[in-house]
């Protein structure tokens, strides 16, 4: 427990954000750096190539806001029907 710093918290935090959006310039701006390279060394820690979604439909707004504010991304509309996922 008393090995646990300031950085450790800044590493698990840019660690998650990559695991739930893979895009390395959302973490750049997140983590406030100034160099890609700061970042970069934050993708090599999780497999973000896992194909293991929570997959939720919708058909109205209510159910829309619902999964957004879960953290869904939205994927497609198929027969009036939103389709949303999320990495497990």
Same mark, same amino acid.
């Given at each position: 427990m008393l090995q646990i710093t300031f950085h450790t918290f800044r590493h698990? @935090?840019?660690?998650?954000?990559? %695991?739930?959006?893979? &895009? /390395? *310039? #959302?973490? @750049? @701006?997140? +983590?406030? #750096? @100034?160099? /890609? #390279?700061?970042? +970069? +060394?934050?993708?090599? *820690? /999780? &497999?973000? %190539?896992d194909d293991e979604y929570i997959v939720k439909v919708s058909s109205s707004f209510k159910e829309d806001a619902k999964y957004i504010e879960a953290g869904f991304e939205y994927v497609t509309d198929r027969d009036g029907i939103k389709i949303y996922r999320k990495r497990k």
């Open positions: 698990w @935090k840019a660690t998650s954000e990559y %695991h739930k959006n893979p &895009d /390395i *310039l #959302h973490v @750049k @701006k997140i +983590m406030g #750096h @100034k160099s /890609i #390279h700061s970042t +970069m +060394m934050y993708t090599q *820690l /999780i &497999d973000v %190539h």
